[in-house]
């Protein structure tokens, strides 16, 4: 069974940095998307970015110029790399994986199959 857990989340001060990560288990990393979610109290969860198996990737808006995300296949791995924190970046954050090659709309959370557990970020 696939399987993602995320680390890394916790709590930091406006304008500092956090970076999350997202250990995937029980398929190659490879010819597959990945995303990472966000879901804030009273809040619909949203997409914040994801790359396809070629390194493609894609940001929401609010986090361009902030946030990267990235993969490492022989760690099979995916982080989120997130500077400028602002309070409105507090949610949970969720990483996602889609068994595809190419995804469409990749920032739409009805595209992927599996998810992690979520790690909590608190920005005050």
């Known amino acids: 069974h696939v399987q993602l857990v995320e680390s890394g989340g916790g709590s930091v001060q406006a304008g500092g940095s956090l970076r999350l990560s997202c250990a995937v288990s029980?398929?190659?990393?490879?010819?597959?998307?990945m995303g990472w979610f966000r879901q804030a109290p009273g809040r619909e969860r949203e997409g914040v970015a994801s790359v396809d198996s070629g390194g493609r990737t894609t940001y929401v808006d609010s986090v361009k110029g902030r946030f990267t995300i990235s993969r490492d296949n022989v760690k099979n791995t995916l982080y989120l790399q997130m500077n400028s924190l602002r309070p409105e970046d507090t949610a949970m954050y969720y990483c996602a994986l889609q068994p595809a090659y190419i995804l469409s709309d990749r920032l739409s959370m009805g595209k992927y199959s599996y998810w992690g557990q979520g790690t909590q970020d608190t920005v005050s």
């Open positions: 029980g398929i190659s990393y490879s010819n597959y998307c």
